[in-house]
């Protein structure tokens, strides 16, 4: 498909944004599900959403079928709403090209989603997960992938909302790794890689 005839996805709220590409096994070093997930518990979304924790299984293994990570991290004054809108513009491109995506906080589709009243999601295919909800240190992965400190402050915050694009093993050359990357970057309407 021509780029022309794609659209770019607008991503509401955004700052600025970062960008890298690492492997899934260089994210694995920031893996550490007995931490995070225990974060989780603290959170009104805990065993309210299909896409966070408490799991039943090893939500986090199909990862393994990736072999290349483009980690993404957008500056925005309005989490909420940049969470959506890029959420929803990895949704599309996880439908358009071979790749699976981490979305940026939880799964938004629904209001409420159905677990809390004990029904299957509604949409399994659109249903994503993020870093965070899988069990990754997400400010490790900033600092060390990504080259970004978090700063906690409470006037005028900026938030990282951070989501990534997942290639599968075996699944391209290179070179058309490299002209997908080009053409999601594009899409996104990101400058590039960092
Ligand atoms: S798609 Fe809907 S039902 Fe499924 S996890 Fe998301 S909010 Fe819940």
């Not at 799991?55 to 980690?71: N, P, R, S, W």
């Not at 069990?135 to 400190?149: A, K, P, T």
Request: hydrophobic share 35%.
């Amino acid at each position: 498909m021509c780029k022309m005839e794609e659209k770019v996805e607008k991503i509401e709220g955004m700052i600025s944004s970062v960008v890298k590409l690492t492997s899934v096994s260089a994210l694995f070093t920031y893996y550490k599900p007995e931490e995070v997930l225990g974060y989780c518990k603290g959170c009104p979304n805990h065993g309210q959403i299909w896409s966070c924790p408490p799991y039943e299984g090893d939500e986090a293994a199909f990862l393994k079928d990736y072999d290349e990570a483009m980690v993404i991290g957008i500056r925005t004054k309005s989490f909420e709403q940049t969470k959506e809108s890029l959420g929803r513009a990895l949704i599309a491109l996880s439908e358009s090209y071979p790749v699976e995506v981490l979305i940026a906080g939880n799964c938004f589709l629904c209001a409420p989603c159905t677990k809390a009243s004990g029904k299957p999601c509604a949409h399994p295919s659109k249903m994503k997960y993020s870093l965070e909800s899988l069990g990754f240190h997400v400010s490790d992965i900033c600092e060390n992938i990504l080259d970004v400190s978090l700063e906690w402050h409470d006037h005028d915050p900026i938030y990282l909302a951070t989501a990534a694009v997942l290639y599968k093993k075996n699944g391209l050359s290179s070179e058309d790794k490299e002209r997908l990357t080009e053409r999601i970057l594009w899409r996104l309407g990101l400058e590039g890689l960092s």
